[in-house]
């Protein structure tokens, strides 16, 4: 009697042993509905913000952090030496003006940063925002071409007058009338086209941060 009742309750304690792990198969290979159902409808309109620094830990690539206002100014001294010597050097020969040469160059410039430099500082950071506070010229088609142009010819006369300040200046310590102690050449016109630029952006960020807190200012007050 008593071995008979041992062997049931073997078999009971089998039998539920077996429906236990059973359970735990199923649920293992259950699929989150819940999880699937959120992956499937996020969007950029109801995705939780992620940090910059967030992001880079799961970038791939060189591991070396280079700050971002190092590649910032990289970026725009070498687009300008470039244009310095694609078009103040290679169209010198073939354009007697100066003018008409400074002119050129400085529509070339516009198209330059509106395509290639600008472009390249958004593609430089994981989020293609990031570098837009170091853009004068935000907006992307014909508006943002028409506004990067003026605004290179605006810069153009800044590195101009410096030229001929600079020169002016040497020329009339040393008495001299008919030299040119710092003529054009790729680096220092991209470091002053640059040095300009990053001056009136500065400006700009200095000017917008003003307002917003003169803005918050009256919202308290109200």
Request: charged share 20%; aromatic share 12%; proline share 2%.
């Amino acid at each position: 009697m008593d071995t008979e009742r041992w062997k049931q309750s073997r078999l009971s304690t089998t039998k539920k042993k077996g429906k236990e792990q059973q359970e735990k198969e199923v649920n293992h290979y259950k699929l989150n509905t819940k999880a699937v159902d959120d992956l499937i409808s996020a969007s950029k309109e109801n995705a939780e913000p992620v940090t910059e620094a967030e992001l880079r830990k799961y970038s791939s690539g060189n591991r070396l952090y280079i700050p971002t206002i190092s590649k910032v100014i990289f970026t725009k001294f070498w687009f300008a030496g470039a244009c310095c010597y694609f078009f103040l050097w290679g169209l010198g020969l073939y354009i007697p003006s100066v003018l008409d040469l400074v002119f050129i160059t400085a529509i070339a410039m516009g198209f330059v940063t509106d395509i290639l430099t600008n472009n390249v500082l958004r593609y430089i950071e994981v989020v293609s925002t990031a570098n837009n506070k170091w853009m004068m010229v935000k907006s992307k088609g014909m508006l943002g071409l028409f506004l990067n142009v003026i605004y290179s010819i605006f810069l153009m006369a800044c590195v101009w007058l410096t030229y001929y300040g600079i020169n002016k200046a040497v020329n009339g310590i040393l008495n001299q009338t008919d030299q040119v102690p710092l003529g054009v050449e790729p680096v220092m016109f991209g470091v002053f086209y640059m040095g300009y630029d990053m001056l009136f952006i500065g400006l700009k960020m200095l000017l917008a941060r003003i307002l917003d807190d003169a803005k918050m200012k009256v919202q308290g007050e109200v």
